[in-house]
């Protein structure tokens, strides 16, 4: 038997490109879909996007920024730098938490911090940053193996879908598979079109896709300056990077 999972994250408020990879999804046959977290923050839709993935009963996670709007927080517990990067990220929360509901923020208080489950004798974790950080660790390739060693060491499963960087990622590491489907909402690759990924499991073998949509960046762009919100925002999404990023790649490492 065959099934096939859809694994996107990092939505952070972005309808437009919500909407592009929900239709992108219509025409591929999956079977379930999950979210790996942060639904809301940066984006200029929080209300909108909380509600159409709760509307599709889609399975998500929280995320940092989920955690952050559902309790109110003065601090999503971001890596900004001081200066105008975390003032622009305090301007998002506090906008963030104004602008959605009571009941949206009841809804991410109550997501779970990770999940297990498996499919086809494939054990799949689930969490935005790290098995031992629910929600903030980054686990990336530059990230030392020995601690990339210690984080799979706690893990039973066989393989562990996080978010949190923005970044697709496949890692083989430990013996366990680490994919990361990248941002549907706020790419930090270089690329700007949505980016979710695609997890085929048949008798026990998993093979995997980064997937790429394109959607009208422009239309978000126009209403995080309706709403007021900082043009920075808006400029990250049409590079599809931050400012202090060096080259953008897409990473993909083989038996650590």
């Given at each position: 038997?065959?099934?096939?999972?859809?694994?996107?994250?990092?939505?952070?408020?972005?309808?437009?490109?919500?909407?592009?990879?929900l239709?992108?999804?219509?025409?591929?046959?999956?079977?379930?879909?999950?979210?790996?977290?942060?639904?809301?923050?940066?984006?200029?839709?929080?209300?909108?996007?909380?509600?159409?993935?709760?509307?599709l009963?889609?399975?998500?996670?929280m995320?940092?920024?989920?955690?952050?709007?559902?309790?109110?927080?003065?601090?999503?517990?971001?890596?900004?730098?001081?200066?105008?990067?975390?003032?622009?990220?305090?301007?998002?929360l506090?906008?963030?938490?104004?602008?959605?509901?009571?009941?949206?923020?009841?809804?991410?208080?109550?997501?779970?911090?990770?999940?297990?489950?498996?499919?086809?004798?494939?054990?799949?974790?689930?969490?935005?940053?790290?098995?031992?950080?629910?929600?903030?660790?980054?686990?990336?390739?530059?990230?030392?193996?020995?601690?990339?060693?210690?984080?799979?060491?706690?893990?039973?499963?066989?393989?562990?879908?996080?978010g949190?960087?923005?970044?697709?990622?496949?890692?083989?590491?430990?013996?366990?598979?680490?994919?990361?489907?990248?941002?549907?909402?706020?790419?930090?690759?270089?690329?700007?079109?949505?980016?979710y990924?695609?997890?085929?499991?048949?008798?026990?073998?998993?093979?995997?896709?980064?997937?790429?949509?394109?959607?009208?960046?422009?239309?978000?762009?126009?209403?995080?300056?309706?709403?007021?919100?900082?043009?920075?925002?808006?400029?990250?999404?049409?590079?599809?990077?931050?400012?202090?990023?060096?080259?953008?790649?897409?990473?993909?490492?083989?038996?650590?």
């Open positions: 038997m065959t099934l096939r999972l859809a694994f996107l994250g990092d939505v952070h408020g972005n309808l437009e490109a919500l909407d592009a990879v239709e992108d999804l219509s025409g591929r046959k999956v079977d379930r879909v999950y979210c790996l977290g942060d639904l809301v923050g940066y984006g200029p839709d929080p209300e909108e996007v909380v509600k159409r993935l709760k509307g009963n889609v399975v998500s996670i995320g940092n920024y989920d955690e952050a709007v559902g309790f109110s927080k003065e601090s999503c517990g971001c890596s900004y730098s001081p200066g105008r990067e975390e003032e622009v990220g305090e301007i998002s506090n906008w963030t938490i104004r602008y959605t509901s009571d009941e949206a923020k009841e809804y991410l208080r109550n997501l779970p911090r990770k999940l297990s489950f498996e499919v086809e004798g494939v054990r799949f974790l689930l969490v935005h940053g790290s098995p031992l950080d629910e929600l903030f660790e980054y686990v990336k390739p530059d990230t030392p193996t020995p601690r990339l060693k210690e984080i799979v060491s706690s893990v039973e499963e066989d393989v562990v879908v996080n949190h960087t923005h970044l697709p990622m496949i890692l083989w590491v430990g013996g366990k598979l680490i994919l990361n489907p990248g941002s549907v909402g706020r790419p930090k690759d270089g690329d700007p079109r949505a980016s990924m695609i997890v085929e499991v048949r008798d026990g073998i998993v093979s995997y896709e980064v997937v790429r949509v394109p959607y009208d960046v422009k239309r978000t762009v126009e209403k995080i300056a309706e709403r007021g919100l900082p043009p920075e925002l808006g400029t990250v999404l049409a590079l599809g990077r931050t400012y202090n990023m060096g080259s953008p790649t897409v990473f993909f490492s083989l038996g650590l």
